[in-house]
């Protein structure tokens, strides 16, 4: 069973940073895309950043020059470096990847990790 799970989130300053990384596991042949999306309370998911396999990298506007999104292909891993937080950063964030197995290709997503930036 394929799975991802997110690490790193946690309570922050405004001003500092954090990392989050996302593991994935599982009978991976190989993956595709990777990304990072948030969802603040009452408000619908947003994309922060993508990553193809070759390491071209998208990101939303309100976080270009602030974050970067890193993967590491052999630990099937992504990563977010987020700097510069601030209390609008507050959210759930997700990774999610395109993850292809030996006999099939899915959309996966990880269970989520709260980040809170105090003012």
């Known amino acids: 069973q394929v799975q991802l799970v997110e690490s790193g989130g946690g309570l922050v300053q405004a001003g500092g940073s954090l990392r989050l990384s996302c593991a994935a596991s599982?009978?991976?042949?190989?993956?595709?895309?990777m990304g990072w999306y948030r969802q603040a309370p009452g408000k619908q998911r947003q994309l922060v950043a993508t990553?193809?396999?070759?390491?071209?990298?998208n990101y939303a506007d309100s976080v270009k020059g602030l974050f970067t999104i890193s993967r590491d292909n052999a630990k099937n891993t992504v990563y977010l470096q987020m700097n510069s937080l601030k209390p609008e950063d507050t959210a759930v964030y997700y990774c999610?990847?395109?993850?292809?197995?030996?006999?099939?290709?899915?959309?996966?997503w990880g269970q989520g990790t709260q980040v809170t930036v105090s003012s």
């Open positions: 999610t990847a395109r993850i292809y197995l030996y006999n099939r290709v899915g959309d996966y």
């Open positions: 599982g009978p991976i042949f190989s993956i595709g895309n």
């Open positions: 990553i193809t396999n070759a390491g071209s990298t």
